[in-house]
């Protein structure tokens, strides 16, 4: 059953909320974010992330992961960490390798199912003495990388593991993939398109050894799988796009998942449509608890104009109510 979310008139089309989330609105705050680097193991590598620390007590600290061809700085990501900071809990807003300015300190590019990186990120967090356990919040291809490692762990999950959110995640990489091929999703794909063939070329600028691609051929590209075809399958030892969406997928996992979980999704989803995540839902663990909304667009959810709808979203009260229930 859909939980009640509502805006005003002109807040209601699925777009507007769609394209609000990219909107650097609100974005300042005095709040104190510090650089982190973390060791990504076997790999002689690195992430970068920005962290915001509570003075005094432990508390729980929530790890961000970003979406596709977002990073640390998108706007969505760090209004989403000033409401968790202004709840009470730690937060880390992590770059996947290779997102932000992390290019030189990657040995590769992220894709949907690495999920090496958040698992080394929530590990490092929970070695601070002021950290009382840690969660996971994974926003769009975000929230696949985290559902995923919910269901590799299973019942395998570290002690200070206390959750996991997502919001708008794909839960199906091959069905996500065809709707944005659709002309009606041009906007949207040209927009992630351009952010992904500028970190391919800025990584093959860098590592000119690792790129195994044309870098200059990117620039032709129309679409995100065609990317994937050219630089994140080969990369990463998939067949092809379509091997890579069907294997890095979190759907078939959602099952497994053990930990306490939250997926948050509107159905007027214009990125990820409704018919693409109600199937795998239905499978499910009991450990998975679903917040649906009928509208909400894509990683948007502003009930309003004033700053609270907005760095306050309803999709993002709803991880805060979720990480603040007793375990």
């Known amino acids: 059953m859909a939980e009640r979310f509502a805006a005003p008139r002109g807040l209601r089309n699925k777009h507007v909320q769609t394209l609000g989330a990219a909107l650097p609105l609100w974005t300042r705050s005095e709040v ?4 982190l680097r973390i060791p990504l193991p076997g790999t002689g590598g690195q992430l970068h992330a920005s962290a915001a620390w509570h003075p005094h007590g432990e508390r729980t600290a929530v790890v961000l992961v970003h979406g596709v061809g977002g990073s640390s700085e998108s706007n969505y990501v760090v209004r989403a960490a ?9 937060v880390i ?3 996947l390798r290779g997102a932000g300015k992390s290019i030189p300190d990657v040995t590769a590019l992220y894709h949907a199912g690495l999920v090496e990186d958040p698992s080394a990120a929530l590990a490092y967090v929970a070695t601070r003495k002021d950290v009382r356990d840690v969660a996971l919040l994974g ?20 002690s200070y593991l206390r959750a996991v959110a997502s919001v708008s995640a794909p839960l199906d990489l091959v ?18 398109l351009r952010a992904l063939v500028r970190q391919g070329r800025e990584f093959a600028r860098t590592h000119p050894s690792r790129a195994t691609y044309d870098s200059a051929a990117l620039l032709r590209l129309r679409t995100v799988r065609a990317y994937d075809e050219a630089v994140v399958a080969p990369m990463h030892g998939f067949c092809d796009a379509h091997d890579y969406y069907v294997n890095a997928s979190c759907g078939p996992g959602l099952a497994d998942i053990e930990v306490p979980t939250l997926i948050v999704h509107a159905a ?23 917040a649906w909304s009928e509208r909400g667009g894509h990683v948007g959810w502003f009930s309003g104009v004033r ?7 309803w999709a993002v009260e709803r991880v805060i109510e979720f990480l603040r229930a007793p375990r």
């Open 32 to 35: 104190s974010f510090e650089s």
């Open 268 to 290: 007027d989803d214009p990125m990820v449509p409704e018919d693409s995540v109600r199937p795998w839902l239905r499978n499910a663990s009991s450990s998975v608890r679903v």
């Open 139 to 158: 926003f769009s291809l975000g929230g696949n990388v985290s559902l995923r490692l919910a269901g590799e762990l299973g019942r395998h999950a570290p």
């Open 93 to 95: 807003r992590l770059n």
């Open 307 to 313: 700053e609270s709808a907005w760095v306050r979203t």
């Open 175 to 192: 069905e996500t993939s065809r709707a944005l091929e659709r002309l009606r999703t041009l906007p949207y794909r040209a927009y992630v």
């Open 82 to 90: 000033l409401a968790l900071y202004g709840a009470g809990f730690h």
